[in-house]
């Protein structure tokens, strides 16, 4: 059974810094695209940014240049480091494994935003 744990969210400042963390277990994600996806308040979910099983990495155009995607394969973790954050990255963050023909989903860790 593939599980996903997001921690690392919580309540921070403009202009300060999280890190995310999601850990996989059950799966290796080695092989595997990973992503992680947020939903703030009355929007709709969006992909964030997704680091690829071959190396390229995507970011969506309103977080380029302030998150950054990793992963460590060895210790089945992906990461997301959130700098310069703004009161509009506030959503729930959620980790996500890429695999046909069903997504493998954690159960998201808050981040908000507010001075």
């Known amino acids: 059974q593939v599980q996903l744990a997001e921690s690392g969210g919580g309540l921070v400042q403009p202009g300060g810094s999280l890190r995310l963390s999601c850990v996989a277990s059950?799966?290796?994600?080695?092989?595997?695209?990973m992503a992680w996806f947020r939903q703030g308040p009355g929007k709709p979910r969006e992909m964030v940014a997704t680091?690829?099983?071959?190396?390229?990495?995507n970011y969506a155009d309103s977080v380029k240049g302030r998150f950054t995607i990793s992963r460590d394969n060895a210790k089945n973790t992906v990461y997301l480091q959130m700098n310069n954050l703004i009161p509009e990255d506030t959503a729930v963050y959620y980790c996500?494994?890429?695999?046909?023909?069903?997504?493998?989903w954690g159960q998201g860790t808050q981040v908000t935003v507010s001075s």
């Open positions: 680091t690829y099983s071959g190396g390229p990495i």
């Open positions: 996500t494994l890429i695999r046909y023909p069903t997504d493998s």
């Open positions: 059950g799966i290796s994600i080695r092989l595997y695209a």
